[in-house]
């Protein structure tokens, strides 16, 4: 089964060296010429909805 997107939100917070942080600061949802810009703490259940509304 293909799923375009998936998203969830870890059981365990995985171990992030420093340097790699700043990395995960932000995610971009991006469709056409569409560029939402999030919070890498944004919780999976806001991404979906993001995700579905574009």
Do not use: C, N, Y
């Not at 939100?9 to 999030?38: F, H, M, N, Q």
């Amino acid at each position: 089964m293909f799923a375009p997107l998936v998203v969830a939100e870890p059981d365990v917070p995985p171990k992030i060296a420093a340097e790699a942080s700043s990395v995960l600061e932000t995610i971009d949802l991006i469709k056409g010429d569409v560029t939402v810009r999030l919070s890498a703490t944004t919780s999976a259940q806001r991404i979906a909805e993001l995700a579905a509304a574009l």
